[in-house]
């Protein structure tokens, strides 16, 4: 998989919906991102899938690991190619009649 990434571009594509139980509100969302990888050599993609890094990641590596690295250009959201766009998420959640609010601080004795 690494080699076939190497040195192109592809896109990672996240969706959610959210639905509000009480009212029935329901929303959706795709988030894409494009990401470029950089040339990668035999030597390297051996390494990195000997590392067991990108085991349990789909398109076999994690960009917030090692394979960060290994990425010469994101356009779009860092969390979508995590795995969830926390922004869209939290612009999204108005529309189902929820809105996500910080805490205040709490001391620890």
Known sequence: MLARLSDREHLVHTAFVLRNLATGATAEALETARVRFAPLDDALI???????????????????????????RIEG???????????RFAATLPLVGYRLLPQPAR???
């Open 46 to 72: 051996d390494a990195y899938a000997a590392s067991g890094d990108g085991l349990d990641k789909a398109g076999a590596y994690g960009i917030q690991g090692f394979a960060a690295t290994l990425v010469e």
């Open 77 to 87: 959201d860092y969390f979508t190619v995590v795995g969830f766009p926390l922004a």
């Open 107 to 109: 001391a620890f004795a």
